[in-house]
Structure formats: C-alpha cells, structure tokens
C-alpha cells in the first residue's frame, strides 16, 4: 500500500494522523482483522455503499463486513491514491479491488471511498462509490 501517491501536499501532524487512520482501516480490511478495525470505528459510524444504503453502527457495519468479506474468495485491493484534506477532516482513498464471487464470479472494481473522521481521528462516516 505504501507504494500508492499520497497527498504530497500533507504537512500537519493532523494530516498525517488521519492518512495512518485510514491507512491502518484499509490494511485491517485487506487482512480481514476485524477487530482491530473496530478500533479505528466511532461507535455511531455509518457506512453508505455504492447503492445509497445505509450502514449505522459500528457493531452493525462489522458484522456486515464479515458477512461480506466471509463470502468471497481472493479479496484484494491495489491503494491506487489517497489524499487529506487540509482539515485533515476527511481522506479519499482510490482502491482496485478484485475477488470472487461464491458462485466463481470474478469481480474487479474501481472504488472511490471518502472517509469522514472526528477530531479524535476515529472513523465517522465511509461513503463508498463504485465504477466497474
């Protein structure tokens, strides 16, 4: 993941802080850790998907995801960019994901998720948008 252009333009120890946030998310989520991750998560997170549903609830949203991730096969991910913003409020990370489907449906995507943070650089809100 490192390998990936970060924001060069991060100069706050609040810049960084939210980038390693949303750096050690997405390594928890490629390494199925799932309960580091629940550290990482404000309690009342919500995720909201591709589709427009809705997520609330950290004990809520992990379970979705070991639904989820428990049901296919190769999940991977290439962090293709990341950026903070200058608040350091929100990170949008740019990912290629591939994995297979149950069934053998291979699956290869580009997400766009924008990460909301609180000050106390939990995550507060994913918001996932998808192009295949």
Not at 47 to 58: E, L, N, W
Not at 68 to 78: A, K, T
């Amino acid at each position: 993941m490192n390998n990936a252009p970060i924001d060069p333009g991060v100069t706050t120890e609040a810049q960084k802080l939210a980038l390693d946030t949303v750096s050690a998310f997405l390594d928890c989520s490629r390494k199925l850790d799932l309960d580091r991750a629940e550290g990482l998560l404000a309690p009342d997170m919500e995720r909201i998907g591709p589709d427009g549903g809705v997520t609330s609830g950290r004990d809520v949203y992990l379970g979705y995801l070991r639904g989820l991730l428990g049901q296919v096969n190769d999940y991977d991910f290439e962090l293709l960019r990341m950026t903070v913003t200058h608040d350091a409020a929100s990170v949008v990370v740019e990912v290629h994901e591939t994995l297979t489907e149950p069934d053998g449906t291979p699956v290869d995507v580009i997400e766009a998720m924008l990460f909301d943070l609180t000050p106390e650089m939990l995550i507060r809100r994913l918001s996932v948008y998808a192009k295949q």
